[in-house]
Nanobody, 121 residues
Framework: QVQLVESGGGLVQAGGSLRLSCAAS????????MGWFRQAPGKEREFVAG????????YYADSVKGRFTISRDNAKNTVYLQMNSLKPEDTAVYYC??????????????WGQGTQVTVSS
């Protein structure tokens, strides 16, 4: 049974940083592109970042480019999202996904349960 478990969310002031983690089990982790998405209240889920199976390629939404960094450790079956210079508009539930394809049009195969990130002004 596939499980993706996010952690690392919380409350942070604007300008601060958080690092999200997503631990995967039950799948061949290195076979999947991994992605991070987010969903703010009243809004649709949106793509944030993607990383290729070996970490060699990444893709970011324009809204986070230069502030967020996605990375992965295949030995630990874990993908990370380092979030710097956080803004109140980054407040959302953040989800990781195992997927096919790097960018926002990729196909999502598995989802985690999400972790809340709240940025206060």
């Amino acid at each position: 049974q596939v499980q993706l478990v996010e952690s690392g969310g919380g409350l942070v002031q604007a300008g601060g940083s958080l690092r999200l983690s997503c631990a995967a089990s039950g799948l061949t982790f290195s076979s999947y592109t991994m992605g991070w998405f987010r969903q703010a209240p009243g809004k649709e889920r949106e793509f944030v970042a993607g990383i290729s199976w070996n970490g060699g390629s990444t893709y970011y939404a324009d809204s986070v480019k230069g502030r967020f960094t996605i990375s992965r450790d295949n030995a630990k079956n874990t993908v990370y999202l380092q979030m710097n210079s956080l803004k109140p508009e980054d407040t959302a539930v953040y989800y990781c996904a195992a997927r096919y394809g790097l960018g926002p049009d990729g196909k999502n195969a598995y989802w985690g349960q999400g972790t809340q990130v709240t940025v206060s002004s």
